[in-house]
């Protein structure tokens, strides 16, 4: 797994206002900012405060806020249940279900309670808490530790879906899920926390539904969720030493998802290829084709290209991981085929 190098936390400012942080650190800013901004913000789950990535980053929100985190035994389904009916009361749970899983044990607990219980009482009572999980393959998880549930989420009615890539996303989209009375489904990956970034100085929230174009281009469209937008990144690098320019179009959430900035993009370049590590058949990938498919077809001038995780179970070997997973390689791949 990808650790943060915890050892220097302390952010590096810039002349403009803004720090760089890791991705880690943005996450913690966030979880400090959301606690100190509102009282009935609680933490709930193992990872934020139990495993060596996040410890040092997190140990002064646990003396800052010590009645405030609580670190439930290894029990998804009662904490998460516990989580719902802490939102319900008045609280503002953050519940971490750590790797992502671990979330078919309280299943049936997000998608046919959380997301269910403000139309079923017709209005009368919402659930605003924030589901957290570590998704994606990280090396090592093998078939039962690699899971990349968010379109399973995103086939959910009634949770929201944010899927930040960079440590000023996920802290200003955490501002925002905080305080939308509706559940947030929010998946991170181990393998962005090492990752630098530009974060403001003063705080942020970003609005959901809003996504951001990370590299501008005229020949392709690549779009990519979480971990996937920086191997589309790392994908453009390596396609402008041949003169392909590539843009590189992150939705930030998938629900809502700005379906209109990716048929901008789009009509713009006349080309699509989409990663994800979602498995193929079904995945983010599929739903975002598909609305492209529908709305924009006659601005394509080539197929639209998926790369996604293989449809089998993920294996442990790294060899055989890496052959089943979208890689940076592959996506340069898939633009390729389209330009010929």
């Known amino acids: ?40 913000v609680r933490l709930m789950g193992q990872y934020f405060f139990g495993l060596t990535p996040w410890r040092r980053l997190t140990v002064d929100i646990r003396e800052r806020f010590p009645d405030r985190v609580w670190d439930p035994p290894i029990a998804e389904i009662g904490y998460v249940g516990t989580g719902i009916g802490a939102a319900i009361s008045g609280l503002r749970p953050i519940v971490d279900v750590a790797t992502a899983s671990f979330l078919f044990q309280p299943f049936s607990q997000v998608v046919n309670e959380a997301a269910n219980i403000h139309y079923m009482t017709g209005g009368q009572t919402r659930v605003p808490m924030v589901i957290h999980v570590n998704h994606g393959i990280r090396g090592g998880g093998a078939a039962q530790h690699s899971h990349s549930p968010q379109a399973m989420i995103w086939n959910t009615p009634g949770i929201k ?21 509706n559940p947030v489904f929010w998946a991170d990956h181990v393998k962005l926390f090492d990752h630098i970034d530009e974060v403001p100085d003063t705080e942020e929230r970003i609005p959901f539904g809003v996504a951001e174009v990370k590299r501008a281009g005229t020949d392709v469209t690549i779009v ?25 179009v992150d939705p930030r959430t998938l629900v809502p ?7 901008a993009s789009v009509g713009r370049t ?4 989409i ?7 079904c995945g983010v990938g ?11 077809f006659d601005a394509l001038r080539a197929p639209i290209r998926r790369v996604a995780t293989a449809d089998v179970p993920i294996p442990f070997g790294r060899p055989m991981e890496e052959f089943v997973e979208p890689t940076t390689a592959k996506v340069v791949a898939a633009v390729r085929s389209l330009l010929g």
């Open 1 to 40: 797994m990808s650790s943060p190098d915890t050892s220097t936390t302390a952010p590096s400012p810039s002349p403009d206002g803004s720090s760089r942080l890791s991705y880690a650190e943005g996450m913690a800013l966030g979880l400090r900012e959301a606690l100190a901004s509102d009282p009935t």
């Open 161 to 181: 879906v944010m899927t930040p890539s960079s440590a000023r996303d996920v802290r200003g989209l955490l501002r925002t899920a905080v305080e939308d009375d």
């Open 224 to 248: 990519g969720t979480s971990l996937m937008v920086r191997r589309a990144l790392e994908a453009a690098d390596m396609l402008a030493t041949d003169g392909i320019s590539a843009e590189v």
């Open 257 to 263: 998802f700005d379906t209109e900035a990716v048929l």
């Open 270 to 273: 006349g080309r699509l290829v």
């Open 275 to 281: 990663v994800d590590e979602c498995h193929q058949s």
């Open 286 to 296: 599929a739903e975002i084709a598909a609305r492209v498919a529908e709305h924009a």
